[in-house]
């Protein structure tokens, strides 16, 4: 039986969310199918890149937290 890994089934194998008989049949897919090795390089340069990505709050942000947690009452009248 021949298998037929798609897109989806490289991102899960580069997130490590397949079984090691999947990983097994993926990395033979990989080697054997260029097009679906280009996609899991590609896949891994943009993993890589998203873990580099650092998010700030703008300040109005932080603001609106900051006055938020003031007004607010741990124990509010019932």
């Known amino acids: 039986m021949i298998q037929i890994f798609t897109n989806d089934d490289v991102i899960r194998y580069v997130y490590e ?11 033979d897919a990989l080697m054997a199918e260029p097009e ?3 996609f899991y390089l590609d896949t ?11 998010r700030t709050p703008s300040n109005a942000s ?14 509010p009248s019932a």
């Open 17 to 27: 969310e397949t079984s090691a008989e999947e990983n097994l049949l993926i990395e």
């Open 44 to 54: 891994l340069e943009i993993k890589c890149l998203m873990n580099k990505i650092e």
């Open 62 to 75: 932080i603001q609106n937290i900051l006055n938020f947690s003031r007004n607010y009452s741990p124990n």
């Open 36 to 38: 679906l090795m280009n």
